[in-house]
């Protein structure tokens, strides 16, 4: 049967931790999912990051893939597709990403149960959607031949769709109750700025935080999974610890520039926050947190 790190991770309910790759690159693909056992997934964002849908998309997804000897164990490589769900341009870029060999694909800003629908039928292969079928390399991503991958692929796709909208946030329940959808991801800043509060920093706004654990009551009703972008590792243990299912524990770029600042302030003796101590430099920017 056809299986994947992430769908492992959910059918043992466990917290199932991720990062988020806005840099394109089959080695720094390579390098993020070898970069610890405990990773379940590697998301490579096509909406706000670098990586493009085409022949560059595809390498990276291998490169996630084939980052352990047994491949079984490598992270899932999930796609954000760019085009929202707010556009009519979701349904040939979902294929591009399946096509390409992703184990799951996300739609950001799915603010309708209609649009809902419309993301299972771009996802799944007839009878159960819409789904074109016709790749030569999509089943060899999977190590699948041509007849299993077509005979399993509905049951080990994940699809995922954002919440961060107001209308999303009025519709989640209609939206999680839709067969055929496997996540609800909460976008908090977006989430945040659309309902007029300011970005977390690194938290939510106290009204926004009730506002994502409705969605993950509502979610975990459905019987759905909730997952949430978070930027440090203390952020998603504790996101963990209240029961998401699913959590982005930092992006690429923010590792990279949050571990440089550390080991640059140690080598030139200047104290830093990282180490619980008073900071006097501090990054250029948050951990990729605009882009959620």
């Known amino acids: 049967m056809a299986t994947h790190s ?20 089959f080695f720094h693909a390579r390098t993020v999912a070898q970069a610890s056992p405990a990773l379940s997934w ?17 390498e990276s997804i291998a490169a996630v ?8 164990d490598a992270p899932s490589a999930l796609v954000r597709i760019a085009a929202t769900g707010l ?4 349904s040939w870029q979902i294929k591009h990403a ?22 299972v039928a771009d996802s799944l292969f007839p009878p159960r959607g819409r789904r074109g079928y016709g790749s030569s390399f999509t089943h060899y991503n999977w190590g699948l031949s041509a007849t299993e991958y077509l005979a399993q ?8 769709v954002q919440i961060e909208t107001p209308e999303g946030l009025a519709n989640v329940r209609e939206i999680a109750a839709v067969d055929g959808i496997d996540v609800l991801f909460i976008g908090p800043y977006d989430l945040s700025i659309s309902l007029g509060y300011p970005a977390p920093a690194p938290d939510p706004h106290p009204a926004v935080e009730k506002e994502i654990q409705h969605i993950k009551e509502e979610v975990h009703k459905a019987g759905k ?24 524990v930092i992006s690429d770029v923010g590792a990279m520039s949050s571990a440089i600042l550390e080991h640059v302030a140690t080598a030139a003796g200047i104290r830093s926050e990282a180490s619980g101590q008073e900071s006097v430099i ?4 948050e951990v990729g947190a605009a882009s959620v």
């Not at 990051?49 to 595809?58: D, Q």
């Not at 060999?101 to 629908?117: D, E, T």
């Open 65 to 72: 893939h084939g980052a352990r000897a047994a491949g079984a």
């Open 98 to 119: 399946l096509d390409a060999g992703a184990r799951g694909v996300l739609v950001p800003m799915v603010s309708s149960a209609l649009k809902a629908q419309e993301v």
């Open 6 to 25: 992430l769908l492992n991770a959910f059918r043992a309910n466990k917290p199932a931790f991720g990062v988020w790759l806005t840099t394109p690159g």
């Open 87 to 90: 556009s009519d341009s979701t």
């Open 42 to 58: 590697v998301a490579l964002d096509c909406e706000h990051g670098l990586p493009g849908v085409g022949p560059a998309l595809a």
């Open 282 to 285: 501090k990054p250029q920017f």
């Open 153 to 160: 692929a509905n049951d080990a796709v994940v699809v995922m």
């Open 225 to 248: 999974k909730c997952a949430i972008y978070c930027i440090t590792g203390a952020q998603a243990a504790r996101r963990a610890a209240e029961g998401f299912d699913m959590i982005n």
